[in-house]
Structure formats: structure tokens, C-alpha cells
């Protein structure tokens, strides 16, 4: 097994220490009031998503005006693209929501901002939340919020990071929103921390979209995606891309790559929640990692059919008895047995199987009953995988 990558119990960049995000955490909290955590979530993530592309522009539209004399135009949309910045239409700008974050009007303003990023910026096409201007949100917490994200900066004068995937042959990745390295790693902790919480104040419901890092982290580093095609049919806010790429980076010197933090990975998802699959967007977008993420039922309507994986790494939700089995006995990815109607839990485990290339490795998370239940067929289906040999470690939590 790899070893893990050693954590500082400081950071320099912002000033910021650990505790920080819990600080903002229970300041952004303060303001729930009474709003349901799986709605609050939206509100807040879409907001500091919103703040961090406007930041990364706002750096972007500096340097250009510095570089005028060149010929070089702040407000050309193209200028932004080539340096794989988001481009921020003048109503989305956040200095603009700040000044009118205490007018009644400001749920509308946001919902103005997220519908223009999305119109000039494709690859965040129904991605973003905007439904800010329902009456139900307290629009005074909602100034309230923008003010406290207002105080996160995520610009930075340190190295920009190096692409984590590499997308064309010159390995360019426009629209994709880099960001300097200090708020690179900022926003990541601010928002996993964040999507933490959530998870816990929604209680099991946190669990089908959250997977606590300390468990991906010890899939990643048993399976080692260093290249390949990398897969996860349930990928909810996408915790397991995320650590691969970290996990890339944090062993370059002995990945294969020849120092260098970049690999040869392809990242394939699906997620069949749609407010889910916004996260995960989300998620990858503010890390600059691309992938084709689908939404989607992934048992009745698999997005990536032909997709052979190198690796996958799953956490699917356990027990699920109304996944729709009944109309896919004859299907072609239970090789090993039927998987019962009334439980899903052996048909996740071969639908990995059937996406698995010849020399490829599956790590997943399963139901601790899915390694002694005999019910409908589950033992002879898990005996059948165990005599193809095909299992290598189980880990109990």
C-alpha cells in the first residue's frame, strides 16, 4: 500500500490555520435558521462556487488591464478562455452582489448572476443553483451569507498549480477555471469541509452524497490510480475523483510520470441524483479537474455502456430495495446470479465487474450483511465471484 501523504497542522497561504473552516462553518450555520441542511447546502456552496470564479476573474482582469498598452482587452471573453479562466459577465461580478447584498431584491440579483455564468460558460450548463429569489429564503441571512463569503479571498500571488489531466495534445484545458495554488487549496478544504457537515446534519441521507475522506483515501491508496481510466457509477459530490487526483499529485516523484504531478487518468461518472450531480460538477469544476460526469439511473440507463475501467472506486448506496430490478433479470452484467429484487447491493458489485478491464481493480464500499447474507440468491452469487477469484481484500469498518 502507498504511503500516505503527511498533513501539516498549518497552512501560509491566507493566513489560514487549521480550524478555519470550522469557524466559517459555524458562522454560515448561525445563519440556517430554520432551513432544512440538504436545502441550506445548495445556498451556500453555490454562493462560495460563485465567489471563487469571481476572484479568479477578478485576478485575470487585473493582470489584462496592467498588459492595456500590449493590446490586451479586460472584457474580451477570449482573453479569460485562453488563460482557462472562467469568464464572469459584469452582472455575476461579486463586488456587484456585495454592494446590494441588503436590497430585497438580491435573491433575484444572484439568480441573474448564476443564469449568466451559465450562458457564457457551456461546461457549467445546468449546474448551478437558482432559485435564490424564492420567498422562502430569508433574503436578509441571504445578505448575511454573501457578506461572510465576502471575507474569504480566494485570489493569491503563488504559482499557478499544474493541470492535474491532461485534456488535448497541448494539454489546454480552456473553460475549465484555474486557479492560483494558495486558493486552490483553500477552496478544496472549504468545500469538502463544508459538503462534511452537510452530510452529518442530514444524518444516513448525508451518507448517498458524502463519503468521509478518511475511507476514499484508503481505497485510493490501495487501488493506486496513477493512469487509466478511472470510474465510479455512483459518484455523488465526487470525493472519489478528487483524492485520486491528490493522490497524484502527492506521489509524483514515483508515479511514472516523470516528476511531474500530471497523469495519464480519464475520469468517468454517473450520479442519478440531479441536485447530487450539481455538486459534483461543482466539485470538480473549482479544482479544475475535467470529467465526464452523466446524470443518470445507472442500472436502467447506463451513460457509459462500452466504458472498460482501469480502476473504480464506488461507495453506492447499501440495501437500495427499489432499484427497478425486477425489469432487468436477463441483464447482461449479472454474470455471476440474478441479484434479489429486493436489494441492490450484488447487483452494484457486478455491475463493477462488467465495467472492469482484463488487468483492472475495483475498490468499493458495501453493506457489512453483503459478506454473510444468503438471502435470494445472494450467497451463491458472492460464492461464484469468490471461486472466479476475483477477490483480493476485504476490510471491515
Excluded at 461579486?94 to 440579483?109: E, F, M, S, V
Excluded at 441521507?205 to 490510480?225: D, H, N, Q
Excluded at 511531474?260 to 455538486?279: C, F, H, M, P
Excluded at 480502476?311 to 455471476?336: E, M, Q, T
Aim: a negative charge.
Amino acid at each position: 500500500m502507498a504511503k500516505a501523504r503527511s498533513r501539516s497542522k498549518t497552512s501560509q497561504n491566507h493566513g489560514a490555520i487549521v480550524g478555519y473552516e470550522a469557524e466559517l462553518w459555524q458562522m454560515a450555520d448561525a445563519l440556517r435558521g430554520s432551513m432544512d441542511a440538504a436545502e441550506y447546502k445548495h445556498v451556500v456552496l453555490g454562493l462560495i462556487f460563485l465567489k471563487y470564479i469571481s476572484d479568479a476573474f477578478e485576478e485575470q482582469h487585473a493582470e489584462l488591464e496592467a498588459q492595456r498598452t500590449e493590446g490586451a482587452d479586460p472584457e474580451d471573453p477570449d482573453e479569460y478562455r485562453a488563460a482557462s479562466i472562467f469568464w464572469v459577465p459584469p452582472e455575476a461580478r461579486w463586488q456587484r452582489l456585495k454592494a446590494q447584498a441588503k436590497q430585497p431584491t438580491i435573491g433575484r440579483l444572484v439568480d441573474d448572476a448564476m443564469a449568466g455564468i451559465e450562458r457564457d460558460n457551456p461546461a457549467l450548463k445546468g449546474v448551478l443553483p437558482r432559485d435564490y429569489a424564492r420567498p422562502a429564503l430569508d433574503k436578509t441571512r441571504l445578505g448575511q451569507l454573501i457578506d461572510l463569503i465576502s471575507n474569504i479571498d480566494f485570489r493569491s500571488d503563488q504559482p499557478s498549480p499544474p493541470a492535474p489531466l491532461p485534456v488535448g495534445e497541448d494539454g489546454r484545458r480552456p473553460g475549465e477555471g484555474q486557479i492560483k495554488r494558495g486558493a486552490f487549496d483553500l477552496l478544496g478544504r472549504i468545500y469538502e469541509y463544508f459538503l462534511s457537515q452537510f452530510a452529518s446534519a442530514e444524518g444516513k441521507k448525508g451518507g448517498e452524497f458524502y463519503t468521509p475522506r478518511c475511507v476514499v483515501k484508503l481505497l485510493v491508496e490501495m487501488i493506486e490510480p496513477y493512469r487509466g481510466r478511472v470510474y465510479d457509477p455512483c459518484c455523488g459530490s465526487a470525493g472519489m475523483f478528487v483524492q485520486s487526483v491528490e493522490f497524484i499529485r502527492a506521489h509524483a516523484n514515483g508515479n511514472g510520470n516523470g516528476g511531474k504531478a500530471r497523469s495519464d487518468i480519464s475520469i468517468y461518472g454517473q450520479e442519478s441524483n440531479y441536485t447530487t450531480w450539481r455538486l459534483a460538477k461543482m466539485n470538480l469544476a473549482i479544482r479544475g479537474i475535467d470529467g465526464q460526469i452523466a446524470h443518470g439511473d445507472t442500472f436502467h440507463d447506463d451513460r457509459h455502456p462500452d466504458l472498460k475501467a482501469d480502476f473504480i472506486l464506488a461507495n453506492p448506496p447499501f440495501n437500495v430495495s427499489d432499484w427497478g430490478g425486477d425489469r432487468l433479470r436477463d441483464d447482461k452484467r449479472w454474470r455471476y446470479g440474478a441479484p434479489p429484487v429486493g436489494n441492490a447491493n450484488f447487483a452494484w458489485v457486478q455491475h463493477f465487474i462488467h465495467h472492469l478491464a482484463p488487468t483492472g481493480i475495483a475498490g468499493f464500499v458495501l453493506a457489512n450483511g453483503s459478506m454473510s447474507s444468503n438471502q435470494s440468491g445472494e450467497g451463491e452469487i458472492r460464492k461464484a465471484i469468490i471461486e472466479a477469484d476475483l477477490v483480493d481484500c476485504m476490510v471491515a469498518l
